[in-house]
């Protein structure tokens, strides 16, 4: 008989909370490097002390105009959308038990894509249209993808096959709108279903921060109740967790995540995908769900992705759709043949 004792708070051993005490804290200081390089960099380059500089309150002049109005918004966008964007690939995989149980392989951002193009067939325009098609269209793909994955309580493989399927079907649909519209609006709706952060303003970006925060309020109940329904839906029940309760609660806020991001820029894929398993491997959990290193991981991937976006090219800024397609298409084809390999 042994005597070693070994101690888990929270379902990870000391050494593996302070590692991912660790991690947590350079992925935030990464983070921060990320911000400081998007308000510096750009066509009037600045240094790290005139950006700290024309971010005090009593600032004024043109390097203000340049930092605050014009770079700042889209630097706290891409650190909100990536961060909502890791939470949301982290609900759905720890709902679905399944690396692969992300937002946009199980069709909800192709569901927001349709509702943009939905809004456009009815005669909508601006914005608050388009956002609204974005939200309803999600909302919408997650409610059929769920009734029709729900039998004798719901499976997370069960989830994404009918997710790819219904996403496959959005895609026809989107496809045969761009066939059929008229130019001008089928490339509008074609430069918006890239996903991009061309054009990010205060006013969208401020409503999206009240947005997220409503959502995260409710990540410290969801939390605890994860990591139970991790162990099994009978192993969850015998603790007192209201399974298919805290399912429904799940798809829910993980939908709300990606509505806040597809409501603004357009459909991102990859980082939801992508952001959990990263922080998994970062932090030394394992099949543990990790919530605020998955947020910290989306984060930095779409800042680091928007920085490349905008100054990969000489003269021509790119729709961070595209940068994070590429990167995720190679990290997919790594997830895929690592998989094969363990079965």
């Known amino acids: 008989m042994s005597d070693t004792i070994v101690l888990r708070v929270a379902g990870a051993s000391p050494r593996s909370s302070l590692r991912a005490s660790a991690v947590h804290g350079l992925l935030l200081l990464l983070l921060l490097g990320c911000l400081l390089a998007a308000l510096s960099m750009g066509s009037r380059p600045l240094t790290p002390v005139e950006v700290i500089a024309a971010l005090a309150p009593d600032a004024h002049g043109p390097n203000r105009l340049v930092v605050v109005e014009w770079r700042a918004p889209r630097a706290v966008a891409a650190v909100l959308f990536g ?104 490339l509008r709706v074609a430069v918006w279903g890239a996903g991009t952060l061309n054009g990010a303003a205060w006013p969208p970006v401020a409503v999206s921060v009240v947005g997220a925060a409503l959502l995260v309020l409710v990540m410290p109940v969801l939390g605890p109740r994860m990591r139970q329904l991790e162990l099994g839906d009978d192993t969850a029940s015998m603790s007192g967790v209201p399974v298919e309760r805290t399912k429904v609660l799940m798809v829910v806020v993980g939908v709300g995540f990606t509505s806040v991001v597809t409501a603004v820029t357009g459909p991102i894929s990859f ?54 397609v590429c990167l995720g298409g190679a990290y997919l084809v790594w997830l895929l043949v690592r998989e094969s390999g363990r079965s």
């Not at 909508?124 to 993808?145: F, Q, T």
């Not at 543990?288 to 000489?314: E, F, K, M, N, R």
């Open 83 to 186: 961060a909502c964007l890791g939470l949301s690939g982290a609900l759905f995989q720890s709902l679905t038990r399944n690396p692969l149980g992300s937002p946009d392989v199980i069709g909800l951002n192709t569901g927001a894509h349709t509702g943009v193009v939905c809004v456009l067939l009815l005669g909508g325009g601006g914005h608050a249209a388009s956002a609204g098609g974005a939200v309803l269209g999600g909302l919408g793909a997650a409610l059929l993808v769920y009734l029709l994955a729900l039998r004798q309580g719901m499976r997370g493989f069960r989830l994404i096959i009918v997710g790819i399927a219904i996403s496959a079907m959005l895609t026809s649909v989107n496809t045969w709108f761009s066939v059929k519209a008229d130019l001008d609006m089928a």
């Open 271 to 324: 980082v939801a995908l992508a952001a959990p398993q990263i922080a998994r491997r970062l932090t030394g959990r394992g099949g543990t769900v990790d919530p605020l290193g998955a947020a910290l991981v989306g984060a930095v991937l779409l800042s680091t992705a928007d920085l490349v976006a905008q100054h990969a090219l000489p003269n021509t800024v790119l729709p961070v759709g595209a940068v994070t």
